[in-house]
């Protein structure tokens, strides 16, 4: 995956229930997170965007110049730096904290493993149904098919769609 380019231009991978669409989205006005957990619309636009099944990420069954994802339909999106999947008001202050704990999680078809940024105070019940978040930010995270365990993708943050999460397990603290 490329980096932020200097013209705003962002490279993603989202992942939906059965393939990988990679492409650019427009990221000047507003950050990724921020668009994702906007209610005010459905879906995501992107742009240079290819298709690959999750079984077989190497194969580009489709190459689109504009395409237009269903942002519920989405389990969760890959971006290459940490700052990527944050919201403009988290990567502008402290307001989650620095505090980092180990998590694991379970969507469909995938298992994560990365860092949930939070204050010092946890608790995953207000997280998931309280906070008006769609999308949750892990920091670090690894990704890793269930049913295809060599199938793997790495990135500086992932942003997952708690509405897709099964399992939400912190580590212990050391």
Same mark, same amino acid.
């Not at 939906?16 to 990221?27: A, E, N, P």
């Not at 921020?34 to 099944?53: C, H, K, W």
């Not at 969507?107 to 019940?125: C, M, N, T």
């Given at each position: 995956?490329?980096?932020?380019?200097?013209? /705003?231009?962002?490279?993603?991978?989202?992942?939906?229930?059965?393939?990988?669409?990679?492409?650019?989205?427009?990221?000047?006005?507003?950050?990724?997170?921020?668009?994702?957990?906007?209610?005010?619309? /459905?879906?995501?636009?992107?742009?240079?965007?290819?298709?690959?099944?999750?079984?077989?990420?190497?194969?580009?069954?489709?190459?689109?110049?504009?395409?237009?994802?269903?942002?519920?339909?989405?389990?969760?999106?890959?971006?290459?730096?940490?700052?990527?999947?944050?919201?403009?008001?988290?990567?502008?202050?402290?307001?989650?904290?620095?505090?980092?704990?180990?998590?694991?999680?379970?969507?469909?078809?995938?298992?994560?493993?990365?860092?949930?940024?939070?204050?010092?105070?946890?608790?995953?019940?207000?997280?998931?149904?309280?906070?008006?978040?769609?999308?949750?930010?892990?920091?670090? /995270?690894?990704?890793?098919?269930?049913?295809?365990?060599?199938?793997?993708?790495?990135?500086?943050?992932?942003l997952v769609n708690k509405h897709h999460i099964g399992a939400f397990c912190l580590a212990e603290e050391a």
């Amino acid at each position: 995956m490329e980096e932020v380019l200097q013209t /705003g231009w962002l490279a993603a991978d989202f992942f939906l229930h059965s393939y990988r669409i990679s492409g650019r989205i427009d990221v000047r006005r507003r950050s990724l997170a921020d668009m994702l957990n906007d209610r005010t619309t /459905g879906f995501i636009q992107l742009e240079d965007a290819y298709v690959s099944p999750i079984d077989r990420p190497g194969e580009i069954i489709g190459i689109y110049s504009a395409s237009s994802l269903t942002k519920a339909n989405v389990t969760l999106v890959l971006v290459p730096r940490r700052d990527d999947a944050l919201s403009r008001k988290q990567t502008y202050g402290s307001y989650y904290g620095t505090h980092l704990r180990q998590i694991f999680l379970t969507v469909p078809s995938f298992e994560i493993v990365g860092y949930l940024r939070l204050s010092a105070r946890v608790d995953l019940r207000r997280l998931l149904s309280v906070e008006t978040e769609e999308f949750i930010p892990i920091l670090d /995270g690894r990704v890793r098919a269930s049913i295809w365990p060599d199938v793997a993708f790495t990135g500086g943050g992932v942003l997952v769609n708690k509405h897709h999460i099964g399992a939400f397990c912190l580590a212990e603290e050391a």
